[in-house]
C-alpha cells in the first residue's frame, strides 16, 4: 500500500504542473517551424541565419521559415508579385533587396527597421506618401529601371533617408517635397522637362544631383541657387535649347561660376565646367565620362550585363567628345551645311554667336552608329538629324 501511494505521488504532481506545462506546448508548435528551421531550404544563409540569400530561385511568394530576427533579406531575381504584408514582423531587418520581381507596388507595412530599401527593376508606377511616411531610419532607397511618373513625399518625413535613386523611371518633373538630409539624387534617364521653382530649395546637404539624358531644353533662372552644399552634377544628355540665347545664357553662366563640378556642360560648349574643375588642374581630359554616374551599390556590384553596357554607354560618349559633334535631337536645321554655336564669355559681355561651318566634318560623321539600350528606352546618343557643334572662344 505504501508503495503504491508514493507512485501515485509524481502522477498527481504532473496532473498539477499540466495546466501550466500546456501554454508552453502549445506556443512551441505554433514557433517550432521557425525554431527548426532557421534557414530556408531555398535559400543560403550566413552570419547566424541572420544574413539570408534567396535571390534566383524563381519565387512566387515569400519563403516560410525564416528566422524572425533576421538582418539582411535578398529576395532579387525572383517573381514576386504581392508580398502583402508578410514582412512586417521582422522587426530586426536592416537590408531588404526586392530587385527584378514583379512588384506593382511596394510592400505595405514594411519593418520600420530598415536602413536600405532596393526595388529596382520592378513595375512600380507610383509612390505614395504612406509607403514611406514611417521609415525614420531609412538611409538608401533605390527604385531605378521601374515605370514611376508620380512619388509624394510629405514634410518633415524620412529624415534620414541620404541617396535616393530614380534613374531609369517616367518623371516629366523634378519630384517636390524631396527629404531635406538627401545627399545624393540620381534623376538620369527620366523624361525630365522642368524643375518646379523652388523644388530645390530646402536641400542644403545634396552634393550629387544626377540629372544627365533626359529632355530638359532651358531652366528657370536661380532653380540651382539654393544648392550651396553641391559638388557634383550631370547635365550631359539633354537637348539644350541653345539657339534661345535669352533663356539659355543664365544657366551657362551659372554652369561656368558655380563651386561645384558640373559634368556634361549645356550645349556641349566643354565636358566639365565649375570652378571646383577649373581650380583642379588636368581634370577636363578626362571628363568625357559624365553622363553615368558612379556604380551605385556598395559592395553589391553589378551584374555583368549592366557592367557592359555602362562600359559601352562610356566609350559611346567619348567617342562623341572626340569628334566634337553634337547631333541636335530637336531638328532645326534643314540645310546640309552645320550651323556652329559659339561661346563667349569675358567680363563686358557672355553669350553665342551663330555662323555657318565653313569647316569639313569629321571622318566619322558618316560612320556613326545609333546607340539604343534597355535602359534609355530607345533615346539614342547618335542620329541622323543634321549636326551643331559648339566651340569655346577665350577672351
Known amino acids: 500500500m505504501r508503495a503504491l501511494t508514493m507512485a501515485a505521488r509524481p502522477a498527481s504532481a504532473l496532473c498539477l504542473l499540466l495546466p ?56 532579387s531575381f525572383n517573381s514576386l508579385q504581392d508580398v502583402d504584408a508578410q514582412l512586417s514582423h521582422y522587426a530586426h531587418l536592416r537590408t531588404l533587396d526586392m530587385s527584378y520581381n514583379r512588384l506593382e507596388t511596394l510592400p505595405p507595412a514594411l519593418p520600420r527597421s530598415l536602413w536600405d530599401i532596393r526595388a529596382t527593376g520592378n513595375l512600380l508606377r507610383s509612390l505614395d506618401k504612406n509607403d514611406t511616411a514611417y521609415h525614420w531610419n531609412l538611409k538608401f532607397l533605390d527604385l531605378s529601371d521601374n515605370e514611376l511618373e508620380r512619388i509624394v513625399f510629405i514634410n518633415n518625413t524620412l529624415p534620414g533617408l541620404q541617396t535616393l535613386n530614380l534613374s531609369h523611371n517616367r518623371f516629366w518633373t523634378v519630384p517636390t517635397n524631396m527629404p531635406h538630409n538627401l545627399q545624393s539624387v540620381d534623376l538620369s534617364h527620366n523624361y525630365l522637362v522642368q524643375i518646379l521653382p523652388g523644388s530645390l530649395d530646402r536641400l542644403p546637404k545634396l552634393t550629387q544631383f544626377y540629372l544627365h539624358a533626359n529632355r530638359f531644353s532651358w531652366l528657370s533662372e536661380g532653380v540651382f541657387d539654393k544648392l550651396s552644399g553641391l559638388q557634383l552634377m550631370t547635365l550631359g544628355d539633354n537637348p539644350w535649347a541653345c539657339e534661345e540665347e535669352e533663356n539659355i545664357t543664365k544657366l551657362l553662366q551659372w554652369a561656368e561660376q558655380t563651386r561645384a563640378t558640373v559634368r556634361g556642360c549645356p550645349c556641349y560648349t566643354r565636358p566639365v565646367c565649375g570652378q571646383a574643375h577649373l581650380a583642379a588642374p588636368g581634370g577636363e581630359w578626362h571628363s568625357a565620362l559624365f553622363t553615368e554616374p558612379p556604380l551605385w551599390v556598395d559592395g553589391g556590384g553589378e551584374g555583368p550585363d549592366r557592367t557592359a553596357e555602362v562600359t559601352s554607354g562610356y566609350q559611346a560618349k567619348s567617342a562623341l567628345f572626340e569628334t566634337g559633334i553634337y547631333h541636335n535631337s530637336r531638328g532645326g536645321n534643314d540645310s546640309a551645311e552645320p550651323v556652329v554655336f559659339e561661346w563667349t564669355s569675358s567680363s563686358s559681355s557672355v553669350g553665342f554667336t551663330k555662323r555657318t561651318s565653313t569647316t569639313a566634318r569629321p571622318r566619322s560623321f558618316h560612320q556613326q552608329t545609333r546607340v539604343a539600350t534597355s535602359h534609355n528606352r530607345g533615346r539614342g546618343l547618335l542620329s541622323d538629324t543634321p549636326s551643331t557643334s559648339l566651340t569655346v572662344l577665350s577672351s
Open 20 to 75: 501550466l506545462l500546456l501554454p508552453l506546448l502549445l506556443l512551441w508548435g505554433l514557433l517550432g517551424g521557425q525554431v527548426l528551421s532557421i534557414c530556408p531550404a531555398v535559400c543560403s544563409c550566413s552570419r547566424g541565419h541572420r544574413v539570408v540569400d534567396c535571390s534566383s530561385r524563381g519565387l512566387t511568394k515569400l519563403p516560410p521559415g525564416l528566422q524572425h530576427n533576421i538582418r539582411f533579406l535578398n529576395l
